[in-house]
């Protein structure tokens, strides 16, 4: 059985190392022979730093490395001259640190090529890096930058600071543009988007294929590469925990599935599958890995709410018109990784994306985050460990009556007199214990407040503020929220909150 290669980012190192690697060459291939600058955005631990691995060995022309791969008998693997720059891998507490520690690695570049530098302006020494090459090998230079906003985004909180770098980078970036003629290939990534005003703006001849469809599915996994090169640990892992193949799959699914980057096909998050098999327990690697610190922070700042951030579709537009620090937190967030595109609205011949959680891993985490920054809740395993086995028994009283213990403990002066705001609490509550749980699901007649599925069983809640339990119920009854769900076992949920008690004081439970 193949090893799982967590943390391992050099693709010779997987290769040599009996390592699984998802062969992802057939789109490198495609997107070599264009010979245009590529940009591609990507969340973090999604594969961007392997894929500019591949990309240097291929052009390093180490042939017998993709032997089994899609590339080994289509591509000439000469060797290329190759400058590859990690953005992150920088000193970014400051400006000035950054500009030395980035001064460094070109200056160390120089040394290795045997190289003088005839100045130490750093984006003319880029710039004549790349002609030096060129003429020294005698053949145009392949460009690979990895993280290319790292610097910016390390200084998010701080404007002034974030537009000094990026002054620098556009720059910096711009010697890709004017030495175009040494130049063989260019492929640059990062977590977010560029504008047009932004870093890139003056390389009009980048093509930036972040949300093409063709490339949707060139990063992560999809279901059947998972199927396919996974098999050995799909079958020991079902084994393990005890239950069948389909089973695990469709857990999987669940938990770790549901990336897209077009609204129409989808993939799981790399980190998180490589993770599971490893440990084999359902746990959330890929949004514990990140920096909850700064999240929390923001979304404490920016009182962000669930429905704040899928409330509205969004355009492809809507993530190159403001730079990342300016943008809506929904489009942060889908970039960030936190929200993904879960289908298309056409509009005419204008297409806008909806957005959601991709899956129960980032829910169920982002919406701890929320309780903690919006509602003032600490320590949350406990209700999270019980809502789950309420819900597994059946035991709505149950869940109810704990429900209602996590509102009472919300401080006083962060109570909203507000349904949405309660709307938005029971989701949350419900979300944390990583339950397939959705918030105002539309149907022909309306939206349902909270829907909850587990197993073969559906919840519906409708909360109501100073009115009462039956007129929850009946609404739901009035408007066939469950109709969609025939053939389930259903189960409706009216709820009635008193504003002065900021709490549930009534309810009716009923079972279609």
Do not use: C
């Amino acid at each position: 059985m193949k090893k799982l290669p967590i943390g391992v980012q050099d693709y010779k190192k997987i290769i040599e190392g009996n390592y699984v690697y998802v062969d992802k060459t057939k789109y490198i291939y495609d997107l070599i022979n264009s010979e245009v600058p590529i940009f591609l955005s990507r969340p973090r631990r999604f594969g961007k730093s392997l894929t500019v691995s591949t990309l240097y060995y291929i052009f390093k022309g180490e042939k017998e490395l993709f032997k089994d791969t899609y590339i080994y008998d289509k591509w000439e693997f000469k060797e290329y001259p190759i400058i590859k720059l990690d953005m992150s891998d920088n000193n970014l507490s400051s400006y000035e640190e950054f500009i030395k520690s980035l001064y460094d690695k070109i200056n160390e570049l120089y040394k290795e090529q045997k190289i003088e530098p005839t100045t130490d302006d750093l984006p003319t020494m880029f710039g004549n890096l790349i002609t030096g090459l060129s003429k020294k090998y005698k053949e145009r230079v392949v460009i690979l930058i990895d993280e290319y906003e790292a610097p910016i985004l390390e200084h998010l909180n701080n404007k002034e600071e974030a537009e000094k770098v990026r002054r620098f980078l556009r720059e910096f970036y711009k010697k890709i543009k004017t030495k175009d003629e040494y130049i063989k290939f260019v492929f640059l990534t990062g977590i977010t988007k560029f504008t047009k005003t932004g870093v890139f703006s003056a390389l009009n001849n980048l093509n930036d294929i972040s949300l093409d469809v063709d490339y949707s599915q060139m990063l992560g996994y999809t279901q059947e590469e998972l199927e396919t090169y996974f098999s050995d640990h799909i079958e020991q892992t079902s084994k393990k925990l005890g239950i069948s193949e389909e089973e695990l799959l469709k857990g999987l699914k669940e938990y770790y599935n549901g990336f897209s980057f077009d609204g129409e096909h989808y993939v799981y998050n790399p980190f998180s599958i490589l993770n599971f098999f490893q440990k084999k327990k359902f746990k959330n690697y890929w949004f514990e890995s990140g920096s909850p610190s700064f999240l929390y922070e923001y979304i404490k700042n920016r009182k962000i709410t669930y429905e704040d951030l899928v409330k509205d579709t969004v355009s492809a537009m809507d993530f190159s018109t403001r730079e990342i620090e300016d943008a809506n937190a929904n489009i942060f967030f889908t970039q960030a990784g936190y929200l993904t595109f879960k289908g298309i609205k056409k509009l005419g011949l204008k297409e806008k994306y909806i957005l959601d959680y991709p899956n129960i891993e980032v829910k169920s985490s982002f919406s701890r985050l929320i309780l903690e920054a919006n509602y003032g809740l600490k320590g949350l395993d406990e209700a999270e460990n019980i809502i789950y086995e309420k819900i597994y028994n059946n035991d709505i009283e149950g869940l109810i009556e704990e429900i209602k213990k996590v509102i009472s403990a919300i401080p006083y002066n962060l109570h909203q007199k507000e349904e949405r705001y309660y709307h938005s609490l029971i989701f949350a509550i419900l979300a944390i214990a990583g339950l397939n749980v959705r918030a105002e699901e539309m149907t022909n007649l309306g939206r349902s407040d909270v829907v909850l599925e587990f197993d073969e069983r559906v919840y519906i809640f409708e909360a109501k503020l100073d009115k009462s339990a039956e007129e929850a119920i009946n609404q739901i009854k009035e408007r066939k929220y469950y109709e969609k769900y025939r053939g389930k076992e259903i189960y409706l949920i009216g709820i009635n909150i008193n504003s002065k008690k900021r709490n549930i004081v009534d309810y009716i439970i009923e079972n279609l």
